[in-house]
């Protein structure tokens, strides 16, 4: 295992970006790097892995207890116990059930009141079982002790009040999530500007208080889109416009996730690059792998676009909504906007679709309970998983799950235990909890 150093790519933006919407505040994509990192050099050979998947029971049906009849699911978690929660965004509300999936409780309902949920968008669970839910409606993380009762409404500091990837549960006693929300503001008639900060903070946000005190850990690097083209004012009084910056496509991820020792793991490379930083000291080590970096050619940006519409149509794709704040003479507001009105301005952003240059080597990280990374890698063709490599906390290279021959679990429990959620034929959401043997070597 070799230690130098190193700088990892930057991306590459193609194309100008125009105007597509209406919006407020937009959330984007994240990309390179900072050089000067101690680096580890892993192996550029796989080492394959032959995982051995148990299922030990699934949640979710078509017709059943309320508890078991999922919306589409937004997030799921373990605590230290093995107890498994469910974000259910659709029903706005978690769903706790026991190591051997029975039910346990339901935490939290739909509301604007102390403990409900308006637009639950993501889950963090700690190791006791506290719950901490990221509520775009409120604007704030909902806050559920151990046993599901309302502790606080944390407010949430992130532009839109959503953090971007994934939120997690930090050892600290905060929750960890990296801001990617992009804003471009006008004043009458003015050419859009960027008004947030280029690069792409990850905080610490703790939550022993409503209004925390944040902590930047690191930032992430990312391209920048151009401001959108247009501006002009809603009703010729000096209200903010926001127009939506061009959607992209095969730009590096930002992508984030904690270790049980409370350092914090970032991908936002085109190259194969893991950062590892230390919140305590800042210091950092960086986890390479010389892989090649394959070029976007004109049938992956056809296939992609081909992909994207059939999701989109088939209800399968992403659901936007869009948060739009004004502010004016008379006050500030802010509307929700979902629907035929967004689904028209995806097709639309599907069409006017830009693509990077080359795709970017890693796609999303996951860590488990004994703190190893699984780092799912670019697949072969587009829209298909490639494999996934795992590595332990300490560096070392362990082996890599070849492509389709498992998932990247959706969460990671205590003894082995992963969850993934699922559709089933009937299109019927499912949580699917199973033991993963056959890795440590």
């Not at 930057?10 to 100008?16: A, C, I, K, L, V």
């Not at 403990?115 to 839910?133: H, K």
């Not at 610490?204 to 501006?231: F, H, N």
């Not at 970096?293 to 992909?307: G, L, P, Q, S």
């Amino acid at each position: 295992m070799a230690v130098g150093r190193c700088a990892a790519r930057r991306g590459r933006r193609s194309g100008p970006v125009g105007s597509a919407v209406l919006l407020w505040s937009v959330a984007a994509l994240a990309a390179p790097g900072v050089s000067g990192q101690r680096t580890v050099s892993l192996p550029a050979a796989d080492r394959p892995l032959k995982p051995v998947l148990e299922e030990v029971y699934r949640v979710g049906a078509l017709d059943g207890e309320d508890w078991e009849l999922f919306g589409d699911l937004n997030r799921v978690g373990f605590d230290a116990e093995g107890r498994i929660y469910v974000l259910d965004g659709d029903n706005q509300r978690v769903i706790v059930f026991d190591r051997d999936g029975s039910f346990v409780r339901q935490v939290g309902k739909a509301g604007d009141g102390p403990g409900e949920l308006r637009m639950p968008t993501d889950m963090a669970v700690a190791p006791d079982g506290t719950v901490i839910v990221q509520d775009m409606g409120h604007q704030a993380f909902v806050v559920f002790a151990p046993d599901g009762s309302f502790v606080r409404n944390v407010r949430n500091p992130i532009q839109g009040g959503l953090m971007g990837g994934r939120i997690d549960h930090h050892p600290s006693g905060a929750v960890l999530g990296a801001n990617t929300a992009l804003s471009f503001s006008a004043t009458n008639g003015g050419r859009p500007a960027l008004s947030t900060p280029p690069g792409a903070p990850v905080k610490l946000v703790p939550l022993d208080a409503e209004d925390p005190e944040v902590r930047e850990v690191t930032t992430a690097w990312r391209p920048l889109p151009e401001p959108p083209e247009g501006g002009g004012t809603v009703g010729g009084s000096g209200f903010r416009v926001m127009r939506m910056a061009r959607m992209r496509a095969f730009d590096p991820v930002i992508r984030t996730g904690v270790l049980p020792d409370g350092r914090v793991a970032v991908i936002d490379t085109v190259t194969y690059r893991v950062r590892l930083v230390d919140p305590a000291g800042g210091a950092e080590t960086a986890l390479a792998r010389p892989l090649p970096v394959r070029a976007v050619t004109e049938a992956d940006r056809r296939a992609e676009k081909a992909r994207r519409l059939e999701r989109l149509e088939s209800g399968e794709g992403p659901r936007m909504r869009a948060v739009i704040r004004t502010s004016g003479p008379t006050g500030t507001g802010t509307q929700v906007v979902g629907g035929d009105a967004i689904r028209d301005m995806q097709r639309q952003m599907i069409e006017t679709l830009a693509f990077a240059d080359e795709f970017p080597a890693l796609q999303d990280l996951r860590v488990d309970g004994a703190g190893r990374l699984w780092l799912l890698r670019t697949g072969a063709r587009v829209g298909e998983p490639g494999p996934i490599d795992v590595v332990d906390p300490s560096g070392r290279y362990i082996g890599t799950v070849p492509a389709g021959a498992m998932e990247l679990p959706d969460a990671f429990g205590p003894d082995g235990l992963a969850a993934f959620i699922g559709k089933d034929d009937m299109d019927v959401p499912f949580v699917s909890v199973r033991r993963i043997g056959g890795i440590e070597r």
